[in-house]
């Protein structure tokens, strides 16, 4: 990992020397709010400064989910920050010194706006303001979609799965419990809302698709990227299968989109969503035939879809 250790400037000191802390090592980075820390630092942060990351997810029960639909800016401090200043329109720079810990600029991990870090530019009263989500608010699930579920018992709902039932040799039926879902989706249709579901090979296109997943999670809510490596499709398309507008990105070599449609196929994904292909293998013949061309090609010509 590159770059410099994003540690807030008024603990960069007292981590590195009073607690012992290594100025060097290994460097961590977030890949929805684009910080970047050493991992000795993490723990220290997280305890002092209470850092913590974009929420992309409810933590209010299934009960109280519409109670709060709000999504607010969540603003992480900058030492060095591309463009321009939303509100003075003056291009946002660091100073050229190696030592300097100053923060120049505050942006929302949620729709990229940045202001300076003055109080002509950043007005306080942004903290509890409403985001819009950025450019691709569109395409975009809000976090006040998903809601995680209660750890233990007191929860009598229709969510709860049911034991399936096998049969065993000697003709008994045995009950096997379900594996608990820690997340549940309850969407509040909206016509401007037509989500894409993102799943992407890291494997395919010589690594390119990595690059490809960092990218995704820190345009989009990163709940709605999943990597194929992890577990395949079934389980985001289950979790999401009742979203209305629903759209899906494959992103990856022939196998890849392959596995996603035969994956649709095999749950019975009623109505079928649309499926677009990002193709980033070797071959891509079967993007080709399906009109997405045989090269990766830009995000942007693919949210239209």
């Not at 990227?225 to 494959?250: H, S, Y």
Request: aromatic fraction near 6%.
């Amino acid at each position: 990992m590159q770059g410099k250790c994003k540690c807030p400037a008024t603990l960069h000191c007292t981590l590195h020397t009073a607690n012992a802390l290594p100025k060097h090592g290994p460097r961590m980075k977030c890949a929805a709010c684009k910080i970047i820390a050493h991992a000795s630092c993490i723990s220290v942060l997280m305890e002092r400064s209470h850092l913590q990351c974009k929420p992309t997810f409810r933590d209010v029960g299934v009960r109280q989910y519409r109670e709060q639909t709000k999504t607010t800016h969540h603003w992480v401090h900058r030492r060095t920050e591309k463009g321009k200043c939303k509100q003075c329109g003056k291009s946002l720079q660091a100073k050229l010194t190696f030592s300097s810990k100053e923060i120049v600029a505050l942006s929302c991990a949620w729709c990229k706006a940045s202001y300076h870090n003055k109080e002509a530019c950043f007005n306080p009263e942004r903290i509890g303001e409403e985001c819009t989500l950025g450019t691709h608010r569109s395409i975009v699930v809000p976090p006040s979609w998903i809601v995680k579920l209660p750890r233990k018992g007191n929860f009598k709902s229709s969510l709860r799965k049911t034991p399936q039932k096998k049969k065993s040799k000697a003709g008994k039926k045995v009950s096997i419990p379900r594996e608990p879902r820690t997340f549940v989706i309850k969407p509040i249709p909206t016509a401007n809302i037509t989500p894409v579901l993102v799943f992407i090979n890291p494997k395919s296109g010589g690594n390119q698709g990595a690059k490809l997943l960092q990218k995704f999670q820190w345009l989009l809510n990163p709940r709605q990227v999943f990597d194929l490596t992890q577990g395949g499709p079934r389980m985001g398309l289950e979790l999401f299968r009742k979203v209305p507008q629903l759209r899906i990105l494959a992103c990856g070599g022939d196998g890849t989109v392959g596995w996603v449609l035969s994956v649709l196929d095999q749950i019975n994904f009623v109505p079928p969503p649309a499926v677009g292909v990002l193709p980033l293998g070797t071959g891509n013949d079967l993007a080709r035939a399906l009109g997405w061309g045989g090269v990766s090609i830009q995000f942007n010509d693919v949210v239209g879809f």
